[in-house]
């Protein structure tokens, strides 16, 4: 089946440091969203971007969606320790709702 | 206004014993749907539902049945359970916009 592959799979970094990660596909996909997952909870929205080429922000985060519709990266910057969980990126084609997923990114900030 | 919930919040079955995770969302979206998430596997789609009496195929649909008689409810069905089904489970809803997730059941089969 079609795979989004994430980088990197952890990251273990400094308060205040700003924070990179990405996601790639080798297919094209018209909807890219960004969702974090806390202990225990479900994965939060953080971004949705609809556009190649499309940057978005939401407060200290930054997403942008590819320019080849197959990528998209999630910057974090002046990390903070509520910061710390699982970054998902998703994947549909237009007029489905049959999100992809990727594997995750597991962040983890040192105070 | 609840979101998406889901009952109940843990379950422990043994090896062939049956049960049923409800999931039941009060924004009257038109989709709903299951994943597990499995370490280092991120989230699989098992099925989903487009509205009321309609239900499809996800990624890794074997050893489960959903139904839709309602907008509101789309539970989650285990006839059999194994245990590579342990696993944590979420119910996530969307109309015309991203998904929304419950907070999970986690599930273990011994």
């Known amino acids: 089946g079609q795979q989004l592959n994430q980088s990197p799979q952890s990251m273990f970094i400094q308060e205040g440091e700003d924070v990179s990660m990405n996601c790639t596909s080798s297919?094209?996909?018209?909807?890219w969203l960004w969702y974090k997952q806390e202990p225990g909870e479900g994965p939060v929205l953080l971004i949705a971007l609809y556009k190649a080429g499309e940057l978005t922000s939401n407060g200290r985060l930054t997403a942008q969606f590819g320019i080849t519709r197959k990528d998209s990266f999630l910057n974090i910057s002046a990390s903070i320790p509520s910061d710390v969980g699982i970054y998902f990126c998703a994947v549909s084609t237009s007029g489905t709702y049959k999100y992809i997923f990727g594997t995750g990114t597991r962040l983890k900030v040192l105070a | 206004n609840a979101g998406v919930t889901q009952t109940p919040k843990f379950q422990v079955l043994k090896t062939g014993q049956s049960m049923t995770l409800q999931c039941a969302q009060d924004m009257n979206h038109e989709y709903m749907s299951w994943y597990r998430q499995d370490p280092g596997m991120g989230l699989r789609l098992i099925h989903y539902s487009v509205g009321a009496g309609i239900t499809d195929q996800g990624e890794v649909p074997n050893g489960y049945n959903v139904s839709r008689s309602t907008t509101e409810d789309f539970p989650l069905r285990l006839l059999s359970a194994a245990p590579s089904q342990t696993s944590v489970y979420f119910c996530a809803s969307g109309n015309n916009s991203p998904l929304h997730f419950g907070n999970g059941t986690r599930l273990t089969v011994t």
């Open positions: 297919s094209i996909f018209n909807t």
